[in-house]
């Protein structure tokens, strides 16, 4: 969802004017001609600190310092104790910021003046040279503002105290980002920013270690499974599995020329990039579906990962499949910390997901768009990979495109909002290698159990002319309904939603296709909650569920009338309310954080909505077939 006037009228454009009438040099036009920050999402005070000028701090202070409890190298995984001393006059506006650049340099940076003023932004300069990864108030100790950790550093000659200090102690969670970190002592609050104290330069113990591997399927017969992680070490590594086996990964990575960027710079090539390390990608051959296996990953010289077990879905034809699916996830800080954005139920869902892998229930996940929410602040995808790794590294991750990894201006997207922050897709491919069939084509099917997924990109073009719309049309028409009789077709953006986040160009293209192939599912996220349909075509309930019984919504597609539709996107972001009248369609409706469990055999697929957070299950539908 959009958080401006600007984007909101933008999108409203796109959703209610013809595609001839809205040209991206229009919109390009449109976006030069708002405020010099608009060209990303999720504007803060926190988020534009950089394009603050950095003010010379007010008064001389001898006494004033910033010291790290870590004693030695940075571990992969940590929390650290940053505590400022010496401070004359606490402040609530007194905030400590983690820096964390390829070259720590906690400066102005006047040298950037002729970079921004040749493309219009005319910021006060000189502009703070890093972008804070996370930041907290310095009053998040509480005993601060009362100066309750009082130190005398001058006394008199009769041993009177002269000059009291206070200080305080903040608690920061830390992961391997490989580039080195400093905590800076800021005054002023985010808008008027002066640095006060500087922390020594910290680094990790080993910036090359392999970390944050998490899995995904490269094809329908579970024989394989794909395994990406990310290093420092640009040298290929081996995964080692199943008791003797070994494949050598494929290393990428990406660079701020890759970024997307307009007639202003956005985060992605300026102050938002961090560099990325290398990514690593190695193919595991020679399973077996269904069955359980371990690995680990690494090499002699960056060092090997925990040995890891994993299990691989079932191969396609076969009867029962068991997944877990949701969107717009995100992350969350692990500490009281400031982020550029913050997903609140990002942890609890993945907290509630992980219990459900461990007790072995899980064959595969779906995250259906929306995955990271870093839009250009590329060290966000390291926390979020961080977050998903109890999950995705145990069963296969399967992911689809949405608006916040792909969307920006003249880039080729379908929408031309800045909800990517420049990234245009280059990181999320990079870390999410889908079996697509090119790059930027992130569209794809597979096979698992008694299911046909069809996985879209609703930020490409689906217009009846479209390559995508011709691969959907193929992919459909050719299923063998005998060997997976269950077709559930996936993406973003939704059709029907009561919140009213839907293209009706999206609807009266694309609508059709799902009904002539007989869809039994269609999930989809961008709205924030969770809604369920009636078997709807063209706005119109066709068929309604009756109750089983036990009680739970039953359609019985033996008679097929219409797709039942679903959206999924409470896995984390703020979550939307629903509007007073919902579509006249819609049978359910609920605000909470949680995930989708499916459970498909050959002639039921089972469907619940778990609460993250209570695990209850909030909803509850089955579709069968004879």
């Known amino acids: 969802m959009w958080f401006t006037f600007f984007l909101s009228f933008s999108i409203s454009l796109l959703h209610h004017a013809s595609s001839s009438s809205v040209s991206p040099l229009s919109h390009t036009k449109l976006l ?23 003010g010379a701090c007010l008064g ?11 004693k030695s190298e940075l571990l992969d995984d940590q929390m650290i104790t940053v505590t400022v001393s010496g401070v004359l006059l606490p402040s609530k506006s007194d905030w400590v910021g983690m820096i964390t650049p390829s070259n720590a340099n906690i400066n102005a940076c006047p040298q950037n003046v002729i970079l921004y003023q040749q493309t219009g932004d005319l910021s006060a300069q000189p502009l703070l040279c890093h972008y804070p990864v996370k930041a907290q108030f310095v009053s998040n100790d509480p005993g601060y503002i009362g100066c ?42 985010f808008q008027t ?14 910036p090359k270690k392999p970390l944050y591997g998490h899995l995904s399927s490269v094809d329908s017969t579970g ?64 399973l077996k579906p269904s069955t359980r296996f371990s690995y680990r990953y690494g090499s002699n010289s960056a ?28 992350k969350a800080p692990r500490d009281a910390s400031i982020e550029h954005y913050i997903q609140p139920g990002s942890i609890a869902v993945t907290q509630a997901m992980a219990n459900e892998i461990s007790s072995g229930n899980v064959d595969s996940i779906f995250h259906i768009g929306d995955i990271s929410y ?65 790059k930027d084509k992130p569209w794809y099917s597979i096979e698992q159990g008694s299911v046909h997924f069809v996985v879209i990109s609703t930020e490409h073009d689906w217009s009846k002319n479209s390559e995508q719309y011709q691969w959907m049309s193929r992919d459909m028409a050719s299923v063998d309904r005998s060997r997976t009789p269950w077709l559930i077709f996936t993406g973003h953006r939704p059709m029907y939603s009561s919140c009213g986040s839907v293209d009706i160009r999206f609807l009266l293209a694309v609508e059709p296709l799902l009904v002539a192939n007989k869809v039994d599912l269609v999930m989809f996220g961008h709205v924030h909650n969770y809604e369920r349909t009636c078997a709807v075509y063209k706005s119109k309930c066709l068929a309604m569920p009756k109750k089983g019984a036990d009680g739970v919504d039953t359609y019985d597609n033996s008679n097929y009338q219409a797709p039942v539709h679903t959206i999924i996107g409470m896995a984390g972001f703020r979550l939307d309310g629903f509007p007073p009248k919902p579509g006249s369609w819609s049978l359910s409706r609920i605000s909470e954080f949680g995930y989708a469990r499916v459970h498909a055999i050959k002639t039921q697929l089972n469907f619940e909505f778990v609460n993250a957070y209570t695990k209850k299950i909030e909803d509850r539908f089955r579709i069968i077939k004879s």
Request: glycine share 8%; proline share 6%.
């Open 193 to 206: 920013p002066c640095v006060l104290a500087i922390s020594e330069l910290l680094k990790f113990s080993n």
């Open 32 to 54: 030069d001609s708002m405020d010099g920050f608009q060209n990303y999402t999720a504007i803060s005070d926190f988020r534009l600190v950089n394009r603050r000028k950095l």
């Open 223 to 286: 024989t394989s499974m794909r395994l990406t992680w990310v290093s420092g070490d640009k040298n290929p590594q081996q995964v080692q599995y199943a008791n003797g086996k070994s494949q050598t990964s494929r290393v990428t990575t990406f660079s701020q020329d890759s970024m997307c960027t307009s007639a202003l710079p956005s985060p992605a090539v300026d102050f938002g990039w961090h560099d990325p390390g290398y990514i690593h990608s190695a193919v595991m051959t020679g």
């Open 303 to 330: 060092g090997w990962s925990a040995k890891i077990n994993f299990k691989t879905p079932p191969s396609g034809g076969s009867n029962e499949l068991k997944f877990l699916a949701f969107g717009d996830m995100g």
């Open 60 to 70: 001389k202070n001898p006494y004033r310092k910033i010291q790290v409890n870590s």
């Open 148 to 189: 309750q950790k009082k130190e005398c550093k001058k006394y008199d000659q009769k041993g009177k105290c002269l000059v009291t200090t206070c200080s305080a102690s903040i608690t920061f969670h830390v992961i391997n980002i490989r580039t080195d970190i400093q905590f800076v002592f800021f005054g002023a609050g």
């Open 374 to 438: 870093a839009t250009g602040f590329l060290v966000e995808w390291d926390f979020f990979l961080h977050l998903i790794t109890p999950v995705a590294s145990q069963v296969s991750y399967m992911t689809a495109i949405g608006n916040h990894e792909r969307d920006y201006v003249s880039s080729g997207s379908l929408y031309i909002t800045p909800d990517s922050g420049g990234e245009c897709g280059v990181p999320y491919e990079s870390y999410f290698p889908m079996p697509t069939p090119a």
